[in-house]
């Protein structure tokens, strides 16, 4: 079985400022690992992905998240945050190659960016 | 491509009423997915299918929902009869196996 935890369910930094989403997981198997993102009004869209290749794995708009199997986490971060990355932010687990492809989805993380 | 497809992307109904979600996946996936999201109780899986068939529905809250999926490039989403606390943004995803989810752009449902 499957879970994701988002830690903090708001997250507010300073344009410019580094952007750090946590999420934590756990899995019997070998995990898939996804981050999407959702603007308001609209469907959530991926931003990464991990499957079991480099640990480091760049996603678009400049953010990247690292699987740390030791501290099962998969944290997403960006250097310097923009206006337009504000938005709601997902992190998933599936069970990678032994499943049918469902994910589990955390309960999301608020990002605020102030100018 | 044109993405995963729904329609209609708003509907106003009255409680009682029949409401039909539907969806295209992306051509040549083979898992589809309708999930619900809420202020309240965030993004829910409701059901999924596999090759056109249902593999868990037990995120259907209750005998009101059904969904169906005739062929590979459609699928439905019916609440009969709908109530108040149906309201919520319905999407749903296609992939190909295990790979990632292609979300579409979501139903805003409102049920009076």
């Known amino acids: 079985a499957q879970s994701v935890t988002q830690l903090g369910s708001h997250v507010s930094v300073s344009e410019g400022a580094l952007v750090l989403l946590r999420c934590n997981y756990s899995?019997?198997?070998?995990?898939?690992l996804f981050w999407y993102v959702q603007y308001p009004n609209q469907g959530l869209q991926l931003l990464l992905k991990?499957?079991?290749?480099?640990?480091l794995v760049k996603g678009i708009n400049g953010f990247e998240a690292e699987f740390k199997k030791s501290e099962t986490s998969f944290h997403l971060t960006k250097p310097s945050a923009h206006m337009s990355d504000a938005a709601e932010y997902f992190c998933?687990?599936?069970?990678?190659?032994?499943?049918?492809?469902?994910?589990?989805f955390g309960q999301g993380t608020t990002l605020q960016v102030k100018p | 491509d044109a993405g995963v497809i729904q329609s209609p992307r708003h509907e106003v109904t009255e409680m009682g009423q029949e409401v039909t979600l539907r969806c295209k996946p992306i051509?040549?996936?083979?898992?589809l997915f309708w999930y619900r999201q809420t202020m309240m109780r965030g993004l829910e899986l409701l059901i999924y299918?596999?090759?056109?068939?249902?593999?868990?529905d037990s995120g259907m809250p209750e005998d009101r929902f059904s969904a169906k999926m005739p062929n590979a490039s459609f699928s439905t989403l019916k609440i009969q009869p709908s109530e108040p606390r149906d309201s919520a943004v319905y999407f749903c995803?296609?992939?190909?196996?295990?790979?990632?989810?292609?979300f579409g752009p979501g139903t805003r449902l409102t049920v009076l």
């Open positions: 995803a296609s992939s190909l196996l295990w790979s990632e989810q292609f």
């Open positions: 899995s019997s198997v070998p995990p898939y």
């Open positions: 991990y499957t079991s290749a480099a640990t």
């Open positions: 998933a687990v599936s069970g990678g190659s032994s499943n049918t492809g469902k994910l589990i």
């Open positions: 051509s040549g996936h083979n898992s």
């Open positions: 299918f596999n090759n056109n068939v249902p593999i868990d």
